[in-house]
């Protein structure tokens, strides 16, 4: 059965991963740069690994060059979304693409996004909040960069501070300091962690970076103590089970955690990542969760409630959202 009409709530997706290859091509084309090494013959991404799949992902991101260039990327990522039934979703947005961490730059690109968020918004019904992200193999120093963008943004659009990258790159508690002025100023946060590296650089999120979520935090299943402890600190996980799938982390769906982790009593939400890059959508992974594992109606309205709690929106938003979910209205 497809779950394509199940109203659901994605709280991990990355703006500029979530970009059709198409689109990506189109702009490229636009702006006569030639980025064909990092696409397939019938028009898909092109990566090797997890580490080139992060030089790609910055490929296609260097045709993203206007704020134009990014409300239209909204336009084209929520109507998407929306077919699949998402009524929320929370993008991780890198100022890093964004002019280059410029305040002033930053603002523009970020009122060309909220222009075509409202513009989905009113067509769809669908609601997009941003997340700001740091990329971590880029260092602390940019980072603190990203923060002063975040911290001059904060507000009931960009809702958090997020970081993404490659987690084997440096170490989380450097980043301490660009999340501490993203939480002053009001933010939200979460962190990319144990995704790929084990259940310590979860412990280092929590503890260095004081985040409520983590992305992913698969790896922690390799920790009893760490699965306990996320359960009794009701820490969320933005499980993202196609990407892992994909990127090669686990062999299968049957292999992955997702399922030995709620039934441990942590609070686990499902999303996508960069859907074209990993061939999936949120139809794709309900129908392939509720196949592998038996998961039905009410495990994901269970699952979407904590995500829909976990969200980082305003109080009235999550009301409005949550009266949504229990009407199964999409
Ligand atoms: N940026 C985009 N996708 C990512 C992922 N899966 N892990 C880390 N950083 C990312
Ligand atoms: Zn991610």
Request: glycine content about 8%; aromatic content about 8%.
């Amino acid at each position: 059965m497809s779950h394509k009409k199940l109203p659901k709530v994605e709280l991990h997706l990355h703006l500029e991963g979530a970009a059709p290859p198409s689109f990506i091509r189109g702009l490229a084309k636009e702006k006569n740069l030639d980025i064909s090494r990092i696409f397939t013959p019938d028009g898909t991404y092109k990566y090797r690994d997890f580490l080139h799949f992060l030089e790609v992902y910055e490929a296609a991101c260097s045709a993203l060059q206007t704020p134009d260039d990014f409300g239209r990327l909204v336009t084209a990522v929520l109507e998407e979304s929306a077919a699949n039934g998402v009524i929320y979703t929370e993008a991780f947005i890198s100022p890093d693409f964004c002019g280059g961490r410029d305040v002033g730059a930053w603002k523009e690109y970020l009122a060309a996004m909220r222009e075509a968020a409202d513009r989905a918004e009113a067509a769809h019904g669908i609601v997009m909040r941003g997340i700001i992200t740091p990329i971590r193999h880029f260092g602390p120093e940019k980072a603190r960069e990203v923060a002063v963008c975040a911290q001059k943004t904060a507000g009931d659009w960009i809702v958090g501070l997020g970081i993404g990258g490659d987690e084997s790159a440096g170490d989380l508690a450097d980043f301490a300091y660009a999340f501490d002025m993203a939480r002053e100023a009001g933010l939200q946060l979460t962190a990319h962690a144990g995704e790929w590296c084990g259940p310590s650089e979860v412990i280092a999120a929590l503890d260095h970076l004081k985040v409520a979520r983590i992305g992913h935090g698969v790896q922690a299943i390799q920790d009893a103590a760490l699965v306990k402890r996320l359960a009794d600190e009701g820490i969320v996980l933005e499980v993202c089970p196609g990407s892992n799938i994909t990127l090669g982390v686990y062999d299968g769906l049957k292999a992955h955690p997702v399922k030995q982790l709620r039934d441990a009593g942590v609070k686990v939400t499902i999303s996508t990542d960069d859907p074209p890059f990993f061939h999936t959508n949120m139809t794709l992974e309900y129908d392939n969760l509720a196949t592998t594992f038996g998961w039905d109606e009410n495990d994901f309205r269970d699952m979407n409630m904590v995500a829909m709690g976990a969200a980082f929106c305003d109080d009235a938003t999550r009301a409005r959202l949550t009266n949504k979910l229990e009407k199964n209205n999409v």
